[in-house]
């Protein structure tokens, strides 16, 4: 059971617009800034976004995201078929010591 | 540009003691905050911990009392040991550089991840 709570699954046709939502606590996404995760198959997790809305570089502006109170959400447009992978939402969670969480993992896929 | 390549002994023993290192190249470990993450079969990520120069460290708290991070400058790499491992420890182990500033707080550098089976 994740501390962050995103969908196992999304899906578009290509050129299609997609978002993945978010969903956490005051301890968590309330209180800190989010960022984004992309896993490609048989690969390591590379950085998306940071800091809320902030595109890590080379990352096209199809990627954007955005946050609300407790929630957040990435939003894939102009959606492309190696955009299909994994995407991890993840914050800094204030509860007991203090730790990084992840969400569940939402995996894309583009029909 | 950083490069991280995570090493280690290969297969662990149930009840044993996990022991992974992180060589950083290109830039050094000074002044910056390191991470391993986990990600076991077919399951999501799983931040395990991080340490910052050498000497101060935070842990997840589901793993705390079997966790140590530590880090050699002078060899610019860091190390993850976990202790009394279980089959539920299987996982791809990856290290990351930590970002943490003026709020934000972001992996932005992996290494490409190492597997470790736990078995006997």
């Known amino acids: 059971q994740s501390v962050l709570t995103q969908p196992p699954s999304a899906s578009g046709t290509p050129g299609q617009r997609v978002i993945i939502s978010c969903s956490g606590s005051?301890?968590?996404?309330?209180?800190?800034?989010v960022n984004w995760y992309q896993q490609l198959p048989g690969t390591a997790p590379k950085l998306l976004i940071y800091s809320d809305n902030q595109r890590s570089s080379g990352v096209p502006d199809r990627f954007s995201a955005s946050k609300s109170g407790t929630s957040a959400s990435l939003a894939i447009s102009g959606l492309q078929s190696d955009d299909e992978a994994y995407y991890y939402c993840?914050?800094?969670?204030?509860?007991?010591?203090?730790?990084?969480?992840f969400g569940g993992g939402t995996k894309l896929t583009v029909l | 540009q950083v490069q991280l390549q995570e090493s280690g002994p290969g297969p662990v023993k149930p009840s044993e003691t996990l022991s992974l290192t992180c060589t950083v190249s290109g830039g050094f470990i000074r002044n910056y905050y390191w991470s391993w993450i986990r990600q076991p079969p077919g399951k999501g990520l799983e931040w395990i911990g991080e340490i910052y120069n050498e000497g101060n460290t935070k842990y997840n708290p589901s793993l705390k009392s079997r966790v140590t991070i530590s880090a050699d400058r002078s060899k610019n790499n860091f190390s993850l040991r976990l202790n009394s491992v279980t089959a539920a420890d299987s996982a791809i182990y990856y290290c990351?550089?930590?970002?943490?500033?003026?709020?934000?707080?972001?992996?932005?550098?992996w290494g490409k991840g190492t597997p470790v089976t736990v078995s006997s």
């Open positions: 005051s301890s968590n996404i309330g209180g800190h800034t």
């Open positions: 993840a914050a800094w969670d204030d509860s007991l010591t203090g730790h990084m969480v």
């Open positions: 990351a550089r930590h970002v943490r500033s003026w709020g934000a707080s972001y992996l932005d550098v």
